[in-house]
Every structure is written in structure tokens, then in C-alpha cells.
């Protein structure tokens, strides 16, 4: 059975196919997902479960062009899902704006009217991503001075480090791409909330762009764009649904500077 929920808007590329005085369009299975199970044999009976997956999507987009007859406005569509991968950016009340990346499976007119589309789409990848969300960690306070102030107060040369909140609005774990900016010679990062950490000395100047893409299609870690196979990391980092406290540190003091962003997109099943 499709589940199908009450999308406010729907958009594939740049193309808005709901609202809009052109079309009219809805959309079934964003939600719908199936789990591929992969089993082990045993020496005694049945079966032991090895491991499984989330399969890719299916998803059916019905599309309505409003004026009779309107070929251009079907040409237009052609040609957009031609492509070999689209994006389709939906919103609903509850979660707000959400995107996907889907391939064409078919495309096809329904009934006696040409003007009715159905539109059958595949998500290679079956999870929903919500927009980007960004902390940004390194604040270093001018002349050292810290505040709030304790007495005796004292001056410290070296403050350099930070610590934020980032919210995974989702409901599964979600993976940030990380990006630490130079001077320096080393720096610590944490999710306090997970425990994962690491310690990473390498040397940055202040041009120097160290990245760390959690993402499990884009997992690496590269400097300045390029791919670092030397840099190994005692983990990567996830984001558990909820508030996820993180702690960045470094040895070198920046004068009213973010040195590390944590870029994360919450997503749904």
C-alpha cells in the first residue's frame, strides 16, 4: 500500500509543478520503504540474519496540465526528466522543506486525456534530507579576555576553542561534512553527545581548508579539495536525533574568528 501525504509543494529542478498556474501535481511513496535481508547459513537449522539494507525508493509523481492541450508545457517536462538525475524539493507542514535525488523509470499519459502525466521516479538514495543547518565553532575573544570575567581575572593568551549545539531535526542519524579552517597544528573535535572524537595534528595555514565529509557516498577526508589517504581518523562523526553538543579546540588563537562549521542536513526514512 502507497502512503501518501498532503505535500504543499513540489518542485523537481527549477520547475515548480505545485502551486502553479501551469500544473497541478501530487505525490505518492515519499514515505513508503522496503529492507532488503540478507541471510547466513548455520550448521544447525534455518538461518541467521547477516545483515540488511533500505532499498531504493519508488516513487509516483502525477502530474495534470491545466490548459488543453498545452504541448509545450509537456515538452518542458520532458525535457527536464530526461535527465539523468533530477532533484525534487517538496515541503509539508510538519517537516518543512525536504529534498531528493531521483532517476525517471517511466513516463506516461493517463486515460483518454494528454494531459494527465504519471511519472514513475526511483531514489537510488531512499532517505528525505531536510536543508542545511550550520554551526559554526573557534570563536576566540579580542585580547584574550574571556567573558563572563571571574575574579581575580587574569589575561589568556591562548583562547581558542568552542562549543555550540547542532539539532538533527530528524528522526534517524544524520552525517555532517565538517570543515576547519588554518592556522594550526592541530585541533580536536568532538560530538559530545556521541563520543566520537578525534585529534588531528597536521599543519594549516590560514588558506588552508581541512574537510571531513562524513556522508557515506562522499565519506573522505581532503584538504584544500584534495583527498587526504594519509590522515586516519579514529572515527567518523554522526549526528543523533536531537541536540548534538560539539567541542572543537586548536593550538592557534584567531583574533574574532570561526575556525570549524559543521554542516549537517537532517534526514527521514
Not at 534530507?129 to 554551526?135: A, F, M
Request: glycine share 6%.
Amino acid at each position: 500500500m502507497i502512503i501518501k501525504f498532503n505535500c504543499n509543494k513540489i518542485q523537481v529542478n527549477d520547475l515548480i509543478l505545485k502551486p502553479s498556474e501551469t500544473y497541478g501535481a501530487d505525490i505518492e511513496g515519499v514515505f513508503d520503504f522496503s529492507k532488503e535481508n540478507f541471510y547466513a547459513n548455520t550448521v544447525s537449522d534455518g538461518q541467521v540474519l547477516g545483515y540488511n539494507k533500505n532499498t531504493s525508493k519508488n516513487i509516483i509523481l502525477n502530474v495534470f496540465v491545466k490548459k488543453h492541450n498545452d504541448i509545450i508545457s509537456h515538452l518542458k517536462l520532458n525535457a527536464l526528466l530526461s535527465q539523468p538525475t533530477v532533484t525534487l524539493y517538496l515541503n509539508y507542514d510538519e517537516i518543512g522543506d525536504v529534498e531528493m535525488k531521483v532517476n525517471l523509470s517511466s513516463k506516461s499519459t493517463s486515460g483518454n486525456y494528454a494531459g494527465a502525466i504519471s511519472v514513475d521516479l526511483i531514489a537510488p538514495d531512499p532517505y528525505v534530507y531536510t536543508q542545511e543547518s550550520v554551526l559554526l565553532l573557534g570563536v576566540v575573544y579580542a585580547n584574550g579576555l574571556k567573558l563572563p570575567m571571574k575574579m581575580p581575572f587574569k589575561f589568556d593568551s591562548n583562547i581558542a576553542g568552542g562549543i555550540g549545539v547542532l539539532k538533527n531535526i530528524g528522526f534517524v542519524d544524520a552525517f555532517p561534512v565538517i570543515e576547519v579552517t588554518g592556522p594550526s597544528t592541530w585541533f580536536e573535535l568532538e560530538n559530545t553527545t556521541t563520543g566520537q572524537k578525534n585529534r588531528i595534528e597536521l599543519e594549516l595555514t590560514e588558506n588552508d581548508v581541512l574537510k571531513i565529509d562524513n556522508r557515506p557516498l562522499m565519506l573522505g577526508v581532503y584538504k584544500n579539495g584534495i583527498r587526504q589517504n594519509d590522515i586516519n581518523l579514529d572515527t567518523w562523526y554522526s549526528c543523533s536525533p536531537g541536540d548534538n553538543v560539539w567541542s572543537f579546540k586548536r593550538d592557534t588563537p584567531l583574533e574574532s574568528t570561526r575556525n570549524c562549521k559543521v554542516t549537517l542536513q537532517s534526514r527521514f526514512i
